[in-house]
Structure formats: structure tokens, C-alpha cells
């Protein structure tokens, strides 16, 4: 079992930035690739990014792509998103996931089968 804890969320105005903190406790943390989502309101939950468990494959959104950046520290068993230039359509929930790692990096929802209880961020115009 994974325990997923998000944080980082907040208020900005568009072009700042922030950086999200996912947090995993429990039995272990080994060979879990890590995700974000997000999910916006009446908008149903969408792939943001993903890391494998070594951190040579990543993956982003085409919406994000050279604003966001997913990375982790498994020594602190964390997982981030830095997220730069935002803007107000990035407003949302977003949402930690895990699941055990593969030789490919999942980006459907049904695809991981822990998630975090989310953080809101929003940006104002």
C-alpha cells in the first residue's frame, strides 16, 4: 500500500509559478512509477505528467510541455511538479497517483490505483 499527500497548492496570478509536492508513506515506495493529474471543475480528470521509478522516462502533457516539470527524490520518497508560466486553464484539483512501475510510462487514469487526496491551485488573470 502507498499513502499519497499533496501540497504546494495555492493562489497565483498568471505567469507566476509554483511547485507541487507529492509526499508517499507506507509499506514501500520501491519500483512505483508516479504521476499528476488534474481535474478541473465539470472537466473530468486529466494525465498532467508522469516519472518512472528510475526517472529515465517522463512524460507531459501536450498542454504543459515547456512549463511543467516532473521530477523525484525517492531518498525523501517525493515526487514534484514545477510548473512555471501558469496559466488560468491550468487552474484545478491536482491529484498525486502511483502505481507499480512498467516498462512503458501509463497516462490513462485507470492506469494507477493510488491517488492523493489533491490540492487546488488557481491562477487568476
Known amino acids: 500500500q502507498v499513502q499519497l499527500v499533496e501540497s504546494g497548492g495555492g493562489l497565483v496570478q498568471a505567469g507566476d509559478s509554483l511547485r507541487l509536492s507529492c509526499a508517499a508513506s507506507?509499506?514501500?515506495?520501491?519500483?512505483?512509477?508516479m504521476a499528476w493529474f488534474r481535474q478541473a471543475p465539470g472537466k473530468l480528470r486529466k494525465f498532467v505528467a508522469g516519472i518512472s521509478w528510475s526517472g529515465r522516462l517522463t512524460s507531459h502533457a501536450d498542454s504543459v510541455k515547456g512549463r511543467f516539470i516532473i521530477s523525484r527524490d525517492n531518498a525523501k520518497k517525493t515526487v514534484y511538479l514545477q510548473m512555471n508560466s501558469l496559466k488560468p486553464e491550468d487552474t484545478a484539483v491536482y491529484y498525486c497517483?502511483?502505481?507499480?512501475?512498467?516498462?512503458?510510462?501509463?497516462?490513462?487514469?485507470?492506469?494507477?490505483?493510488?491517488w492523493g487526496q489533491g490540492t487546488q491551485v488557481t491562477v487568476s488573470s
Open positions: 507506507g509499506r514501500t515506495f520501491n519500483n512505483y512509477a
Open positions: 497517483a502511483a502505481d507499480r512501475d512498467k516498462p512503458y510510462l501509463p497516462v490513462g487514469r485507470n492506469d494507477y490505483n493510488y
